[in-house]
């Protein structure tokens, strides 16, 4: 039971691996998580029902919440604790692909892209590219596979060509999310800079060290975009472009 209301989203610690009880009272977190979500001012509830007492993070899924099931996959089911620690850490880390607009890229400009994103520690899932009718001569096919064996990426990778010229980026970056419903975050590039490895790099830190949110994270010039496809999507649900609300960007 609990008196307090429990927003419609909310994580209860019960079941989580790394809650830690003294008999059947969870008294805090082995990965420190009850701590910082306090330190952001995120609201913990205490809660019991027949079988303990326990935390409910009330406004968040929180990132950390693993069942016993879940190790199973890595044989570590049967496993102390702290190594069930040291795999979450290894394996908790930014979900997201890379969408690169290539109207303003030549193939000289996306070698040095996929160069500093052969550098981040965190890889991504996808990385789609964006070629319009027009360019497929100037980046061709053989060209690009070319890019990314030198790389020897272990993401997936396909070129999407658009030949319809009546549709702009803002619609194409649209179409993508659409497409591709199960990663949490997009890096959209439209033009090469210098910001991309650290701007990957430093969000991966503020979702999974800090467990700070942010709307949408982009460098001075905009060139490159980091944000939440499950903002985005709720934006455009209720009438909104998330993309076109610059007072929603955090400048990095």
């Known amino acids: 039971m609990i008196d307090e209301k429990i927003n419609s989203i909310h994580t209860p610690c019960k079941d989580c691996v790394f809650a830690i009880y003294d008999n059947n009272t969870q008294t805090d977190c082995a990965i420190n998580y009850i701590e910082k979500y306090k330190n952001k001012n995120v609201q913990i509830l205490e809660a019991y029902d027949d079988a303990k007492e326990f ?14 099931k879940w190790f199973n996959q890595f044989g570590l089911s049967d496993a102390d604790i702290q190594e069930k620690i040291t795999k979450y850490f290894e394996t908790n880390t930014l979900d997201y692909y890379i969408v690169i607009d290539l109207k303003n890229i030549d193939i000289n400009n996306l070698d040095q892209i996929l160069e500093q994103i052969s550098k981040c520690k ?43 010229t009546t549709l702009n980026y803002e619609q194409i970056l649209h179409n993508t999310i659409s497409l591709n419903p199960k990663y949490r975050f997009i890096c959209s590039i439209t033009k090469y800079n210098e910001d991309i490895e650290f701007m990957i790099n430093k969000t991966n830190a503020i979702v999974h060290d800090d467990l700070d949110q942010f709307e949408v994270i982009s460098n001075k010039d905009n060139s490159t975009l980091i944000f939440s496809t499950l903002v985005y999507r709720f934006d455009a649900f209720h009438g909104n472009n998330l993309l076109n609300n610059t007072d929603k960007y955090t400048i990095i």
């Open 122 to 164: 965190i890889q991504p899932k996808k990385v789609i590219l964006i070629r319009y009718v027009d360019d497929e001569l100037k980046l061709s096919y053989t060209n690009i596979s070319t890019l990314f064996q030198k790389y020897n990426v272990g993401y997936v990778w396909r070129i999407q060509t658009i030949v319809d």
């Open 55 to 68: 935390y409910i993070i009330n406004g968040k899924k929180c990132l950390g919440y693993r069942e016993n």
